[in-house]
């Protein structure tokens, strides 16, 4: 299982973008980028998947270089209630299971 | 979407008795369940992994003796924390993988978790 490391936390402000970088050097071929989003108390809400060069959903952007060593997810005009953990996560096949990283603590500050 | 839930959402217990915790897929069916424990200001950490009608698969130092798992029906897992101990309070998340359809390749569907105190 490839090994995922992110900063432990960030700050921003509503209404910037937010990117977060997560490194995974030993990514396997079959492996896919997942982000994970978690308020306190709740279970982890999944945001966006990737494998390759660019995904856009209606909340998020994730962004993947061609090596895949690493992966940036990108929230556009945070807002308040943005403020949560975010997990990178990176696993191979639908039951693979997953090995939840140390996660970005983000804080949105008015 | 996929709906996980969890029951129940919270719970009290002295030490000694034992907690079972259930967890279901709404919509869909769940050939793969995962448990995962989670302590405050930490991340979640894999306890085991079960699916329909066999044995679950413990995560080394989850003592499988302790933390019985049954995962009957491809909509229903459950979690008995046996003789639970102050140390054992936690909170416990369930996941779900379901059968092909999925939306996303490897997306497990989260449930909202137990909280468990022991006192």
């Known amino acids: 299982l490839a090994k995922t490391t992110q900063p432990i936390s960030m700050d921003s402000y509503e209404g910037q973008e937010v990117n977060i970088t997560c490194s995974h050097n030993?990514?396997?071929?079959?492996?896919?980028i997942t982000w994970y989003q978690q308020f306190p108390s709740q279970g982890p809400r999944f945001i966006i998947q990737?494998?390759?060069t660019k995904v856009t959903n209606e909340v998020a952007s994730l962004f993947i270089p061609a090596d895949r060593k690493s992966s940036t997810l990108s929230l556009p005009r945070v807002s308040l209630s943005d403020t949560a953990v975010y997990y990178c996560?990176?696993?191979?096949?639908?039951?693979?299971?997953?090995?939840f990283g140390k996660g970005t603590r983000l804080h949105i500050l008015p | 979407g996929a709906v996980v839930s969890q029951h129940p959402s919270r719970v009290i217990c002295k030490s000694g008795t034992s907690v079972k915790i259930e967890c279901r897929s709404l919509?869909?069916?769940?050939?793969?369940m995962f448990w995962y424990r989670q302590f405050p200001k930490q991340s979640l950490m894999l306890m085991a992994t079960?699916?329909?009608?066999?044995?679950?698969?413990?995560e080394q130092g989850v003592e499988k003796d302790k933390f019985l798992i049954n995962h009957a029906s491809l909509t229903l897992s459950t979690l008995t924390v046996t003789s639970a101990h102050p140390e054992d309070s936690s909170f416990y998340i369930c996941?779900?993988?379901?059968?092909?359809?999925?939306?996303?390749?490897?997306?497990?569907?989260f449930g909202p978790g137990t909280r468990l105190t022991v006192l």
């Open positions: 079960s699916n329909e009608g066999s044995k679950a698969t413990y």
């Open positions: 996941s779900a993988t379901g059968l092909a359809g999925a939306p996303s390749y490897n997306e497990q569907f």
């Open positions: 919509d869909f069916q769940a050939t793969t």
């Open positions: 990737g494998y390759k």
């Open positions: 996560l990176v696993g191979g096949g639908r039951d693979d299971k997953i090995i």
């Open positions: 030993n990514i396997a071929t079959n492996d896919y």
